[in-house]
């Protein structure tokens, strides 16, 4: 799925903010701390702030996310001058104090006008989002950052929580697919599922990566797949199987089961509880899955590990015949269940 038609499918500010998110490249992590840091101060109604003030927040969370994991791809060359490079000396002394030191903080100030605020709106591509969430004015020794409507719209939007979650999820994801280790395997093999915790994992290691739900639900646009209403925080969460998983079971005991792994990410879907429940071992209406084949694509249209891990869903389907598209495989499925 394009850029455009992901926002096509619910033209809003919030899918501006899901594309930069979701669907960007990430040759480092730097975006989802710009982007926790400017949903932290727009919650709190500020339209006008110090690049000092924005640079507190950013660089503390990527400080905290450099004790877990690597911010950029196994191998990066950083130099001693590099962001990241100085975020790592500086991480003991600033966890000690609470907030960065000024060491930290003045290359922060210095790197992200010329860095990561270039490039938060940019997608694959070329393109942009259709909205933009600040701007930078000033002169170099006094930045100003002003936030604007669309950013306070999404940070005090209904769903305000739920994107810092999504966000909290990506970035689990891009930073899990540059470590040592599992990396690779996540690149070449995608995720797999661990229902005792509902976490992603690794397929060899089976280190946690993010929570199911979290990694999925930005790309139904934050909606139910069931009834396509909105899913709040306040709302009790499943992850429903479209097509049952009882289907395998059952045809296990009269021959076996021809169609794919229902038990995966392309069949998983973030549901109201209550719309799980009623809907029970039922088959999936046609406009459920008129909305898993958009979430599949658009999970299609997103950097890795998720991508390799439909991908490998789709090259594999229930038929000898390859399906490229989602509404192919799909129908094959449903073929399997007659």
Same mark, same amino acid.
């Given at each position: 799925?394009?850029?455009?038609?992901?926002?096509?499918? !619910?033209?809003?500010?919030?899918?501006?903010?899901?594309?930069?998110?979701?669907?960007?490249? =990430?040759?480092?992590?730097?975006?989802?701390? *710009?982007?926790? /840091?400017?949903?932290?101060?727009?919650?709190?109604?500020?339209?006008?702030?110090?690049?000092?003030?924005?640079?507190?927040?950013?660089?503390?969370?990527?400080?905290?996310?450099?004790?877990?994991?690597? %911010? /950029? +791809?196994?191998?990066?060359?950083?130099?001693?001058?590099?962001?990241? /490079?100085?975020?790592?000396?500086?991480?003991?002394?600033?966890?000690?104090?609470?907030?960065?030191?000024? *060491? &930290?903080?003045?290359?922060?100030?210095?790197?992200?006008?010329?860095?990561?605020?270039?490039?938060?709106? =940019?997608?694959?591509?070329?393109?942009?989002?259709?909205?933009?969430?600040?701007?930078?004015?000033?002169?170099?020794?006094?930045?100003?950052?002003?936030?604007? +409507?669309?950013?306070? %719209?999404?940070?005090?939007?209904? %769903?305000?929580?739920?994107?810092?979650? !999504?966000?909290?999820?990506?970035? @689990?994801?891009?930073?899990?697919?540059?470590?040592?280790?599992?990396?690779?395997?996540?690149?070449?093999?995608?995720?797999?599922?661990?229902?005792?915790?509902l976490k992603l994992t690794d397929?060899?290691?089976?280190?946690?990566?993010?929570?199911?739900?979290?990694? &999925?639900?930005?790309?139904?646009?934050?909606?139910?797949?069931?009834?396509?209403?909105?899913?709040?925080?306040? $709302?009790?969460?499943?992850? $429903?199987?479209?097509? +049952?998983?009882?289907?395998? %079971?059952?045809?296990?005991?009269?021959?076996?089961?021809?169609?794919?792994?229902? $038990?995966?990410?392309? =069949?998983?879907?973030?549901?109201?509880? /209550?719309? =799980?429940?009623?809907? @029970?071992?039922?088959?999936?209406?046609?406009?459920?899955?008129?909305?898993l084949v958009r979430r599949n694509?658009?999970?299609?249209?997103? +950097?890795?590990?998720?991508?390799?891990? *439909?991908? &490998?869903? &789709?090259?594999?389907?229930?038929? @000898?015949?390859?399906?490229? *598209?989602?509404?192919?495989?799909?129908?094959?499925?449903?073929?399997?269940?007659?």
């Open positions: 799925m394009t850029a455009d038609a992901f926002f096509s499918a !619910e033209p809003s500010v919030r899918s501006s903010w899901r594309l930069a998110i979701l669907m960007g490249a =990430n040759s480092r992590t730097y975006k989802f701390a *710009l982007g926790d /840091a400017l949903l932290e101060h727009a919650r709190h109604g500020h339209t006008e702030i110090l690049l000092r003030e924005l640079a507190v927040p950013y660089a503390m969370s990527l400080v905290e996310h450099t004790v877990r994991a690597p %911010q /950029a +791809p196994e191998g990066t060359s950083i130099g001693k001058a590099d962001f990241l /490079a100085i975020a790592a000396a500086e991480r003991e002394e600033t966890q000690k104090l609470g907030r960065p030191t000024d *060491l &930290l903080l003045e290359a922060a100030v210095k790197s992200m006008p010329a860095m990561v605020m270039q490039k938060f709106h =940019n997608l694959r591509g070329g393109t942009e989002v259709r909205h933009r969430f600040y701007e930078v004015a000033g002169s170099p020794s006094q930045r100003i950052v002003r936030l604007t +409507p669309e950013l306070l %719209q999404v940070a005090q939007s209904e %769903q305000a929580a739920g994107l810092r979650m !999504e966000l909290g999820a990506r970035w @689990s994801i891009v930073e899990s697919s540059f470590a040592a280790g599992i990396g690779r395997a996540l690149i070449e093999e995608g995720v797999a599922v661990d229902w005792s915790t397929k060899r290691r089976r280190r946690p990566v993010t929570g199911v739900a979290d990694a &999925l639900i930005g790309f139904q646009h934050g909606r139910c797949l069931i009834c396509d209403d909105i899913l709040d925080l306040a $709302d009790a969460v499943a992850v $429903d199987h479209v097509f +049952p998983y009882s289907l395998m %079971q059952r045809y296990a005991s009269v021959g076996g089961w021809d169609g794919p792994d229902l $038990d995966v990410l392309w =069949n998983l879907a973030p549901a109201h509880e /209550a719309c =799980n429940s009623a809907k @029970s071992d039922r088959l999936p209406r046609s406009d459920e899955l008129e909305r694509e658009a999970i299609m249209g997103s +950097p890795h590990p998720l991508r390799k891990t *439909l991908q &490998l869903a &789709l090259n594999s389907g229930p038929s @000898s015949r390859r399906c490229s *598209l989602w509404v192919d495989f799909l129908r094959e499925v449903q073929k399997c269940c007659i």
